[in-house]
């Protein structure tokens, strides 16, 4: 595994410090983790933490960190009060800051982009609508989404230019 220090001084200069050095590998957060007891060998808080601290590459080159649904749970039951969540979130800007952004959760988001719903609105699932007399769903573009995205890759592409 690699370690890269930048990449460590990065995560710490992006989190309040405290929510990755309070940390004491206690393993609870992965306890409680309702991703984590279903796919351990594939999503695990506290190793991401670990790996965070150490500054290893692989946190932001493996998917593993868009794993996280956000529900907090580690959040509630971490005995030294660290957000967990602040810190996927971080993680998943600097892998998008790198251009690491899995080929699914691009997908996702041309998806919200072109229709404003997360996954495609299938024939099934309107026919199953309407069987269970559920109004139509209508598509909606989000030009605000669309502008903040293309300003963003623009920002992107200039910065390695
Ligand atoms: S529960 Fe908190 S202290 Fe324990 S490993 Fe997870 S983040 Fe670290
Ligand atoms: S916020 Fe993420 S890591 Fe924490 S319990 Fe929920 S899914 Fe697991």
Redesign the pocket.
Same mark, same amino acid.
């Given at each position: 595994m690699r370690i890269d220090p930048s990449l460590r001084r990065k995560i710490l200069s992006t989190i309040s410090p405290h929510e990755l050095l309070?940390? +004491? !590998? $206690?393993?609870?957060?992965?306890t409680v983790c309702p991703v984590a007891k279903e796919s351990l060998s594939l999503f695990h808080?506290?190793k991401i933490?670990e790996m965070a601290n150490l500054g290893i590459r692989k946190v932001v080159e493996d998917d593993m960190i868009w794993r996280c649904t956000t529900c907090y749970e $580690?959040v509630e +039951? $971490?005995? !030294?009060g660290?957000n967990?969540v602040s810190i996927i979130l971080a993680l998943r800007n600097i892998a998008r800051e790198e251009g690491k952004l899995p080929k699914d959760v691009r997908k996702e988001i041309d998806q919200i982009v072109k229709t404003g719903f997360i996954l495609p609105v299938t024939g099934l699932v309107r026919r199953q609508r309407e069987g269970l007399g559920l109004p139509l769903l209508e598509f909606t573009e989000s030009d605000e989404l669309k502008a903040i995205l293309d300003s963003k890759k623009r920002e992107d592409e200039g910065g390695k230019g």
């Open positions: 309070l940390c +004491y !590998q $206690c393993g609870e957060c992965t808080p506290r933490i $580690c +039951y $971490c005995p !030294q660290v967990f």
